[in-house]
């Protein structure tokens, strides 16, 4: 297979000159960014460049292309792989029409927008991709046998050559028809393009301004209704139709050598086109205005039963005749030569060089493949040609802020690479909102990449730590399972907690059910605050219970138990007693570990927090005597435990 | 492909790095003129530079960013021996609403002797790590423990060569099949030693770095080094910018089966691609995220793009070059850079290249 060679595009970079710099370059999600420099010496001005792809994913219009396919290619992966291929047929050939009236409904809107030098570029490029899709459609995914050929390819032109019925309009909404200056251009092309009873309608009006020759327009009237038509559909074979044609081709010959036409230029031009004269219908290159028009004319006039396989000569000699020997092949001629040929791997190789996107290649080797007219090739990789073909079309979609959401269903259809395509890149996306964040780690868990998921919370996490906000840090640090964040966090907490006072985001806190056991931070911050919620409630002895397990099962730190105890102060003072001799007698214990050779801080949270003002300032209390204090009240609860009995 | 934005990058000097983080909102820029700045892309793809401060007392050669699992970390590198490690921190309000922000050195690695030539952080599987190396050709792998306390890092090895060291590459792979691997280039013009490129093994019995492979048909001076992503492969690509751009592959040949092994495994190097297009010094290779192009920088003063088809045929298939034409639009400040000139002009281009014919595979 040969490459089509071409030289890379250069794309100037203003502002500097390369003779005297070097360009530096660094890589970016969807651009690339150069800047002057100089790699060993110094000195200068830089600038930094952003340079783009010629970008077509940012047009809105070429936007819902994008989405209307994507949604085609979604229905088409899903259909069941049981069914034998001729029975789908029918469907995928359905999908191929599809995929070409979104194609269809993206030019026509591209077309209304009007003056832009871009936008007409890029649907020019359009009518040409509908152009390769359609022929693509009728010679391998319907794959038209003899016959039904040449009228495929009929409407193939048909639908591409429309300006013959505006001109027609325009002729025939003139006050003189069959005067106008474009009159015979019409009839001929209507001829040109097999449409019968159109030509011989606008034959009429020139019949009705020559009753003289009446006879003759009435003879040419007949041999172009008379002309036979392959119908598919009958009983009619196609040797039966060739019969027929023949014999038809033989009157309008007749009618040739009889000069029956003689005096009319035209209708003896129209007649030896039904003869199919090769000189004839190159009179007229500027109404067939292409090759592959000709080609078909060509056909229709001289092998209406032409075979698939023998449409590649037809072809190839077609586009001699028809161009200027001079004239170079433009790459839509041989990608449209391949697709005569039928060698669909040129026809997707030429297509990856010549058009400006992924999105075409992709789509329509995705179908081919689907209807098993790739042979796969074994790559590089071990992936083929589909494969390679989509994930660069994905990737590409990636860089989009909305797109990329699309790109993902591509990726999942890939199955040799499409994994950790998506894997390395959906890291990539910006986390810029909580709720942007939350839909890439949802596609993210929907296909079990956990790593991905760990990633992404853990960056949200340190995100909002970053900025204070220590409730969102916390939520992402469990949904991440990161003990050690999670704990880093908790302490947070604590410490503010011990400066203000106050716990933040109580709700959180308040909820945080099993995720509580990540870390054992957490869990005391979480049994702590259920401790102050208890107390609020006033419901005493079990938030001493709670209170005195925080320390005895060592769920709480010791640099915490100083304020532990004091919290447990105006419990101990309550006028009931909430401490059971068992319990004090632990709170005594407690005390005892924690000052024995352990520094611990003082504790400097206000009390009033729990409604208790002591008769002096605790915090400002020197440490041996704090505790003092803590002894003597904890004895004295014992007492009365005691004294109780 | 065409110029979308042109942003006037304020350095005194030329840049010598600029870098893009994770998530490609923000780049840092690196110069002569000794300081980092770096910038924001806003929503509507302005740039705009949050933070400029002078961060060595040499030239900067190279900035990169950390993994945003450890917060907004940078580090650099520079002539005047050290490396840097610098975390913004969230500034005061006023600041915010300035749209600045503030970057703070947790740590100076001042192990080298000689002109650090490259920093870069380990792949973030591997914790808070970083290698620099250095003219007198030392590496060094730093780790910092504790992931919270930037301040604290500590050298975990040093491994000298007899060729000064330019450039750093580590292989991105997180995959267990992979040991950890760090190459290094040498652009050392020193004929006696020939094989530019080490390449060095992770080895978990030793938890050292050994010597894996020395490329030894890497002959002239190497000025960068790159591994592409993994992709799941089993062996490594790796590209090099030396007298001419060059694709490697590594093979890994040892079985899994080796238990216990201290040796670093055998490495089978197959050259993939060698292009001379600049026809000149390449200064500089780098991977897209996909590992589908590579771009490189030379002598020649342009940029080229490399791509392998579905038939792993390398071509190149655009090139950057500067035109010579001065920016539009710049005022009477001097476009011409001659010495150390004065700060440039911010303007917007989109010019389209725009083309139907002949395009090449792009992307």
């Known amino acids: 297979m040969e490459e089509v060679d071409v030289e890379p595009t250069t794309t100037p970079i203003p502002g500097f000159d390369s003779n005297q710099k070097h360009l530096g370059f660094v890589w970016g999600p969807g651009d690339i960014l150069v800047y002057e420099t100089i790699y060993k010496a110094s000195g200068g001005c830089?600038?930094?460049?952003?340079?783009?792809?010629?970008?077509?994913?940012?047009?809105?219009?070429?936007?819902?292309?994008?989405?209307?396919?994507?949604?085609?290619?979604?229905?088409?992966?899903?259909?069941?792989?049981?069914?034998?291929?001729?029975?789908?047929?029918?469907?995928?050939?359905?999908?191929?029409?599809?995929?070409?009236?979104?194609?269809?409904?993206?030019?026509?809107?591209?077309?209304?927008?009007?003056?832009?030098?871009?936008?007409?570029?890029?649907?020019?490029?359009?009518?040409?991709?509908?152009?390769?899709?359609?022929?693509?459609?009728?010679?391998?995914?319907?794959?038209?046998?003899?016959?039904?050929?040449?009228?495929?390819?009929?409407?193939?032109?048909?639908?591409?050559?429309?300006?013959?019925?505006?001109?027609?309009?325009?002729?025939?909404?003139?006050?003189?028809?069959?005067?106008?200056?474009?009159?015979?251009?019409?009839?001929?092309?209507?001829?040109?393009?097999?449409?019968?009873?159109?030509?011989?309608?606008?034959?009429?009006?020139?019949?009705?301004?020559?009753?003289?020759?009446?006879?003759?327009?009435?003879?040419?009237?007949?041999?172009?209704?008379?002309?036979?038509?392959?119908?598919?559909?009958?009983?009619?074979?196609?040797?039966?139709?060739?019969v027929k044609w023949r014999h038809w081709r033989e009157e309008v010959d007749h009618c040739l050598q009889d000069q029956s036409f003689a005096s009319n230029r035209h209708l003896e031009d129209i007649c030896k086109i039904l003869v199919g004269d090769e000189d004839v219908l190159l009179e007229y290159k500027e109404l067939l205005s292409t090759w592959y028009h000709f080609l078909v004319t060509r056909l229709l006039f001289s092998h209406p039963t032409v075979k698939p396989t023998e449409l590649h000569y037809y072809a190839q000699s077609s586009m001699h005749m028809f161009l200027d020997t001079r004239s170079v092949p433009e790459p839509l001629d041989s990608i449209l030569l391949a697709a005569f040929e039928f060698d669909i791997h040129q026809v997707i190789k030429d297509c990856s060089i010549a058009l400006n996107n992924w999105w075409f290649v992709g789509h329509l080797t995705d179908l081919l493949d689907h209807c098993k007219l790739l042979q796969s090739h074994n790559l590089h990789f071990g992936s083929n040609l589909r494969e390679f073909l989509l994930l660069e079309y994905a990737s590409g979609l990636f860089t989009h802020h909305s797109l990329w959401q699309l790109a993902v269903d591509y990726f999942d259809h890939c199955p040799e690479f499409g994994r950790v395509y998506l894997e390395l890149q959906i890291e990539r996306v910006p986390l810029d909102t909580e709720r942007k964040a939350l839909k890439v780690i949802r596609i993210c868990?929907?296909?079990?990449?956990?790593?991905?998921?760990?990633?992404?919370?853990?960056?949200?996490?340190?995100?909002?730590?970053?900025?204070?906000?220590?409730?969102?840090?916390?939520?992402?640090?469990?949904?991440?399972?990161?003990?050690?964040?999670?704990?880093?966090?908790?302490?947070?907490?604590?410490?503010?907690?011990?400066?203000?006072?106050?716990?933040?985001?109580?709700?959180?806190?308040?909820?945080?059910?099993?995720?509580?056991?990540?870390?054992?931070?957490?869990?005391?911050?979480?049994?702590?605050?259920?401790?102050?919620?208890?107390?609020?409630?006033?419901?005493?002895?079990?938030?001493?219970?709670?209170?005195l397990s925080l320390m005895t099962a060592k769920i709480a730190p010791h640099s915490f138990w100083m304020t532990l105890l004091t919290d447990a102060l105006p419990l101990l003072e309550q006028k009931e007693v909430i401490f059971s001799a068992d319990q004090t007698h632990e709170l005594m214990f407690c005390l005892e570990e924690l000052t024995s050779g352990k520094s611990v801080p003082t504790p400097d949270r206000p009390m009033q927090v729990l409604g208790y003002t002591p008769p002096y300032p605790l915090s400002n209390v020197c440490f041996p005597f704090n505790l003092l204090i803590h002894c003597f009240i904890i004895c004295s609860n014992l007492y009365s435990c005691l004294a109780r009995g | 492909m065409f110029v979308a934005r042109s942003i006037a990058a304020d350095h005194k000097d030329l840049i010598h790095d600029v870098s893009y983080d994770f998530h490609g909102r923000r780049m840092a820029t690196c110069s002569s003129d000794q300081s980092v700045k770096v910038w924001d892309k806003s929503d509507n793809g302005e740039w705009n530079c949050t933070a400029s401060w002078k961060t060595h007392s040499g030239s900067v050669w190279r900035v990169t960013w950390a993994h945003p699992e450890f917060g907004q970390v940078l580090a650099s590198c520079s002539f005047d021996r050290t490396a840097a490690v610098w975390e913004e921190i969230v500034g005061e309000s006023n600041d915010k609403q300035r749209g600045l922000s503030h970057w703070i050195k947790r740590t100076t690695l001042v192990d080298s002797r000689t002109s650090v030539t490259d920093v870069k952080f380990a792949p973030k599987h591997m914790g808070l790590m970083l290698t620099t190396c250095s003219a007198d050709g030392v590496m060094r792998v730093y780790e910092a423990p504790d992931v919270m306390n930037l301040s604290q890092w500590s050298l975990q090895q040093e491994i000298s060569s007899k060729l000064s060291c330019s450039c750093i590459s580590w292989s991105p792979s997180s995959s267990r099949a992979h040991a950890p691997m760090i190459a290094v280039g040498s652009d050392d013009s020193n004929t006696a030693y020939s094989g530019k490129v080490h390449i060095y093994e992770?080895?978990?019995?030793?938890?050292?770095?050994?010597?894996?492979?020395?490329?030894?048909?890497?002959?002239?001076?190497v000025h960068d080094i790159a591994f592409a992503p993994n992709l799941g492969r089993s062996f490594h690509v790796l590209a090099i910018a030396t007298k001419d751009v060059r694709i490697f592959k590594l093979i890994p040949l040892r079985k899994e089966s080796a238990v216990g092994s201290s040796g670093p495994t055998k490495l089978q190097v197959q050259i993939l691609a060698q292009f001379d297009n600049h026809n000149s010094q390449v200064w500089r290779v780098s991977w897209n995220i996909s590992s589908t192009l590579l771009a490189s920088s030379g002598d020649d003063g342009c940029v080229r793009l490399w791509k392998a088809n579905y038939m792993d045929n390398w071509k190149c298939t655009a090139i950057l070059r500067g035109d010579g034409s001065p920016v539009a639009g710049s005022s009477s400040q001097a476009a011409v850079p001659s010495t150390a000139g004065g700060p440039q002009h911010v303007l917007l281009q989109a010019s389209s290249a725009g083309r139907k014919k002949a395009q090449l595979i792009p992307g």
């Open chain 1, 445 to 547: 868990e929907q296909r079990q990449m956990t790593e991905q998921v760990r990633s992404i919370c853990k960056i949200m996490a340190k995100k909002a730590l970053r900025n204070n906000r220590l409730g969102s840090a916390l939520s992402w640090s469990i949904r991440a399972k990161d003990a050690a964040f999670a704990t880093l966090i908790s302490e947070r907490f604590l410490q503010d907690y011990c400066a203000k006072g106050t716990f933040s985001d109580l709700d959180l806190i308040d909820n945080l059910g099993p995720a509580m056991l990540l870390s054992d931070r957490l869990t005391f911050l979480g049994k702590y605050r259920e401790f102050h919620r208890l107390y609020g409630e006033k419901r005493f002895s079990d938030a001493a219970k709670l209170l």
């Open chain 1, 46 to 242: 830089p600038f930094v460049h952003e340079v783009r792809k010629d970008e077509d994913i940012y047009s809105p219009i070429l936007r819902k292309l994008f989405n209307e396919s994507h949604h085609i290619f979604v229905g088409l992966q899903r259909i069941r792989e049981d069914l034998p291929s001729k029975n789908k047929k029918p469907q995928f050939v359905s999908i191929s029409k599809n995929y070409r009236s979104v194609i269809r409904a993206c030019m026509e809107e591209l077309q209304q927008v009007a003056g832009i030098v871009y936008v007409y570029h890029v649907s020019s490029c359009i009518i040409t991709l509908e152009l390769i899709w359609n022929l693509c459609e009728v010679l391998f995914i319907d794959a038209a046998p003899a016959g039904s050929l040449v009228l495929h390819l009929l409407d193939w032109v048909r639908l591409h050559k429309a300006d013959v019925d505006e001109k027609a309009r325009e002729v025939l909404a003139s006050e003189s028809p069959a005067e106008h200056q474009a009159y015979w251009d019409v009839v001929i092309s209507y001829v040109l393009q097999g449409r019968m009873d159109e030509a011989r309608q606008v034959l009429v009006k020139q019949a009705a301004l020559q009753p003289a020759a009446r006879v003759m327009f009435k003879l040419l009237d007949n041999l172009l209704m008379k002309m036979p038509i392959f119908n598919p559909g009958e009983t009619q074979t196609l040797t039966e139709f060739d």
């Open chain 2, 202 to 221: 992770y080895i978990e019995n030793t938890r050292k770095y050994a010597k894996a492979e020395n490329l030894m048909t890497v002959t002239d001076p």
